[in-house]
């Protein structure tokens, strides 16, 4: 077997603002493994600024992978700790064993009869672009909306929150949060009871990661469930796991499988998590169309609940053409298109 990975730079539409910083290009790598006529792909796809693995250990990683192919698919916990890259090699091999054809798991989502309902994302900006974004998700059919928060004065984007709720109540809208660790300890609890009368679904990361006493404080307390999402980085081990979740006892995971361990990795939280009735539902992070094909294919085969968070595939001007497609509120697969890879990623 042989492997090589490519660079590729993805250029986003609008710039993409979190609390964490502005976007406006972000760098994949894919992996590809062959062997004759076969081959499969992986993407990895580390975030600056949220991944722990630099461009340099990714891209070292990669080039000792292709050096030995085989010695790192049967040694997975070789890259446990660069989780961007296992999920890479992860998904390559699958997509290897199941003939190249990018159907990682064949279901009714992949034969086309089956979408994934996904939350409309809304990202951080002012308020005039906000309110636009919104609008725009509602019209397209959307009931369920993610808001970045965090960026803006919390008193705007509190009256942004109320300006949906008093144009369309609980029943019609769901709202989910993400502050993405921005509030600070102290002040958590007094803006989520600010926050609770608007009929919040949850939010994610309300205080920054690595506090677990304040979380668990906060999760016990908040009137909004806490789901945890930064909070999972570079915890790998079984025990490591347990321990968070005993510990926070929040009420929700979000889970990556390019930041939370493949899906090896995302696939131990799942479990851990079902014991103690925490409930989860998947994200991308904003891979191509590529890994996004993947992570769906997964999510929908886990019998994930409820609206996942996968609708990034049109956030990009040069995203690889695929057969992902969203309508209305879900993500679906055409089962009569094809993944149209541009030249310079061609498999040679």
């Given amino acids: ?4 990975w490519i660079k590729y730079h993805l250029n986003f539409k609008k710039t ?37 693995e630099s461009p340099e ?24 700790h660069i989780p961007s890259v296992h999920f890479a090699l992860e998904t390559a091999w699958k997509d290897f064993n199941n003939g190249g054809t990018k159907i990682l798991y064949p279901s009714a989502f992949t034969d086309g009869k089956a979408g994934i309902p996904i939350n409309g994302l809304i990202w951080m900006g002012d308020e005039s672009y906000m309110q636009q974004q919104i609008e725009d998700k509602l019209k397209s059919g959307f009931k369920c909306l993610k808001l970045k928060i965090g960026g803006l004065d919390f008193k705007q984007e509190l009256e942004i929150l109320k300006s949906i709720r008093r144009k369309y109540n609980p029943q019609e809208i769901t709202l989910r949060l993400d502050a993405n660790g921005a509030f600070k300890p102290e002040e958590a609890l007094e803006k989520l009871y600010e926050l609770a009368p608007l009929h919040i679904h949850s939010i994610e ?16 307390e908040s009137p909004i469930p806490i789901a945890l999402d930064e909070e999972l980085i570079g915890i790998h081990h079984s025990n490591d796991k347990i321990k968070l979740l005993e510990t926070v006892q929040p009420s929700f995971l979000i889970l990556k499988p390019s930041l939370h361990g493949g899906f090896s990795g995302c696939t131990e939280w799942i479990s851990l998590a079902g014991t103690r009735h925490i409930k989860w539902w998947v994200t991308s992070y904003l891979e191509s169309n590529i890994g996004l094909n993947a992570i769906s294919q997964w999510a929908y085969q886990t019998g994930a609940k409820g ?4 609708g990034t595939g049109s956030l990009y001007v040069n995203n690889i053409p695929s057969p992902l497609e969203i309508k209305g509120e879900e993500l679906w697969f055409n089962a009569n298109a094809k993944f149209q890879m541009p030249e310079n990623l061609m498999i040679p």
Avoid: F
């Fill in 307 to 310: 609206y996942q968070g996968l």
């Fill in 16 to 52: 993409a603002r979190t609390s964490h910083g502005a976007y406006d290009t972000r760098t994949v790598w894919y992996l590809i493994l062959k062997d004759g006529a076969n081959s499969g792909i992986g993407e990895c796809a580390p975030l600056n600024g949220l991944s722990k």
């Fill in 57 to 80: 250990q990714v891209e070292h990683l990669l080039q000792e992978i292709c050096n030995n192919p085989e010695d790192y698919l049967w040694s997975a916990e070789l890259i446990q």
């Fill in 1 to 4: 077997m042989k492997a090589h």
């Fill in 205 to 220: 990361q309300p205080i920054a990661a690595g506090q677990w006493d304040q979380m668990e404080m906060v999760c016990r």
